[in-house]
């Protein structure tokens, strides 16, 4: 069945306080959260050029990639306004993984001028993600030493082939988090079988819950939304499968007007 957006399938389960029906207290360890060290890594692939449902400000039409670009720029501001200690560097995932900016940084002027650098790539294939894991595992080895966690967010493009990769099990340094922009299914596409695989890839090498939303509508506001919910701390998360953020409007309960009573003065609605 062709996964929902922002739907994932994980037989995960989590405690809320101790067993015994809904009376029980969920009760939060203390625990110290880290500063986060994240590195955003972009697929350059030509399939990001696809124009999203929307156009600029000047007529010109927005691809995924400049819907991308966007979203970045508002996750990293948001994220430093929440602390401004945590750190962001980026790549690039053609067949395999390139930096684009490697030092991290908390200047969000250095992510701006990163975002005018990414330009898609002319060549396409199988993406390899072994070398994004192995340069994350060695970065989070890093960030360990300074007291700090590394997250890997994956913006991926391609709907007719998988990625691969060959990562140790048990091997988890690092937190990975995905957003999948696809085409619909079709002759030529298997959006399914992308999005399974990187379900898999991220439940193999994420050290705390990994996130992964996807979407084939074109929406630049649906990729809004998803990066968004991507603000939450690794260390804080609930399962993806308990996420209902943001609600439906559809899905409130109705407001129940207050009954009549014998003091209640009559209002004229003439």
């Known amino acids: 069945m062709m ?9 995960n389960m989590v405690g809320f306080g101790d067993e015994g029906g809904s009376n029980s207290k969920y009760v939060l360890k203390p625990m110290r959260m880290n500063s986060e060290d994240i590195l955003i890594c972009v697929d350059v692939d030509p399939q990001c050029l696809v124009e999203m449902k929307a156009t600029s400000s000047n007529g010109r039409p927005i691809t995924r990639l400049d819907s991308i670009k966007q979203a970045i720029i508002l996750f990293v501001n948001a994220k430093l306004t929440i602390n401004p200690d945590h750190r962001f560097a980026f790549a690039t995932l053609s067949t395999s993984v390139s930096w684009l900016r490697k030092e991290f940084s908390s200047e969000i002027e250095s992510t701006i001028a990163a975002m005018r650098g990414l330009s898609a790539s002319s060549s396409s294939g199988q993406a390899d993600l072994t070398n994004l894991f192995r340069l994350a595992a060695h ?31 048990n091997h988890k340094l690092f937190t990975l988090d995905v957003i999948y922009l696809h085409d619909k299914p079709g002759p030529d596409n298997c959006p399914q079988l992308v999005y399974d695989t990187l379900v898999e890839a991220l439940e193999h090498v994420s050290e705390y819950e990994g996130y992964i939303f996807e979407t084939g ?17 690794p260390q804080q998360r609930c399962i993806q499968d308990n996420i209902d953020i943001p609600k439906s409007l559809t899905k409130k309960a109705p407001q129940v007007e207050p009954m009549a009573t014998d003091d209640s003065v009559p209002v004229s609605r003439q």
């Open 139 to 169: 970065e989070a080895k890093k960030s360990r030493t300074q007291g700090r966690i590394l997250r890997v967010i994956l913006f991926y493009c391609r709907s007719s082939m998988q990625p691969q990769h060959q990562w140790p099990l």
């Open 217 to 233: 509508q074109g929406l630049v506001r649906i990729v809004y939304r998803h990066v968004l919910i991507l603000l939450s701390h």
């Open 3 to 11: 996964m929902e957006e922002g739907d994932k399938s994980k037989s």
